[in-house]
């Protein structure tokens, strides 16, 4: 009797059909805990996206998603991953595109209007620059907003605090005023520093009796 093909046979053909098709373009691709994976240069992803979705044996006609990941240790800080889906194949891809601070990742709006709303969100979360896209600019945040929120070395407090003000009639903007420059968490409630110990801190809290009594 014939064994049905596993998916992760189908997973791998197309994992060496793309490194075959795209040498050039594609870094690395291989099959991580049943997920198909690969690495692009920044400046082929419109390439690759593109043959993904049009190619016979790959058909990711679908863009789920584009997100991005900080690793402030590396020299290219940000990467920028998109998730694919073929309906025909039942079958995802994801791309990883490294970039640095300064460096812009082309826009996929042109092959994928659903990449604009996307695209903008990691601009504002991570401040990484799409060339080509038609209206970047913020999504989630607010357009006064300073910095990126999701970046490693923002501050969990913000820069800026928002508050209505009942005499200008109006929201304004001020500096985060911290009273302490080092709060006290206690992972119960952080902001108002209640000292509570958690289960198993009583005996580090209390100091030994002299005499071991």
């Known amino acids: 009797m014939t064994q049905p ?15 075959q098709a795209l040498p050039e373009d594609v870094i690395s691709a291989e099959i ?22 049009d190619d016979a044996v790959c058909q990711f006609t679908q863009l789920i998603d584009i997100c991005g990941v ?3 240790e590396r020299a ?12 025909k194949k039942n079958a995802r891809i994801r791309l990883k595109v490294a970039v640095g601070e300064d ?20 601009w504002d979360m991570y401040g990484v620059y799409f060339s080509g896209h038609p209206d970047l600019r913020r999504i989630l945040t607010d ?10 070395d923002f501050p969990l407090t913000g820069y800026v605090e928002v508050r209505y003000d009942e005499d200008q009639k109006r929201v304004i903007y001020e500096p985060v005023k911290l009273t302490q420059d ?13 000292q509570r110990l958690l ?13 071991g009594a």
């Open 5 to 19: 093909a596993s998916p992760l046979d189908g997973l791998s053909q197309t994992c060496a059909h793309l490194r």
């Open 70 to 72: 900080d690793y402030p």
């Open 182 to 194: 080092f709060r006290s968490f206690d992972f119960l409630s952080p902001w108002e520093g209640i």
């Open 32 to 53: 991580v805990r049943g997920e198909l994976i690969a690495t692009v240069k920044r400046t082929s992803i419109v390439t690759a996206v593109t043959f993904l979705r």
């Open 143 to 152: 357009y006064g907003f300073e910095g990126h929120p999701l970046r490693k």
């Open 76 to 87: 290219e800080r940000f990467e920028v991953v998109y998730h694919m889906l073929s309906m």
């Open 103 to 122: 460096t812009p990742v082309p826009s996929l709006t042109g092959i994928f209007p659903s990449a604009d709303w996307l695209e903008r969100e990691v």
């Open 199 to 211: 289960p198993g801190d009583e005996k580090a809290a209390v100091p030994p009796k002299p005499g």
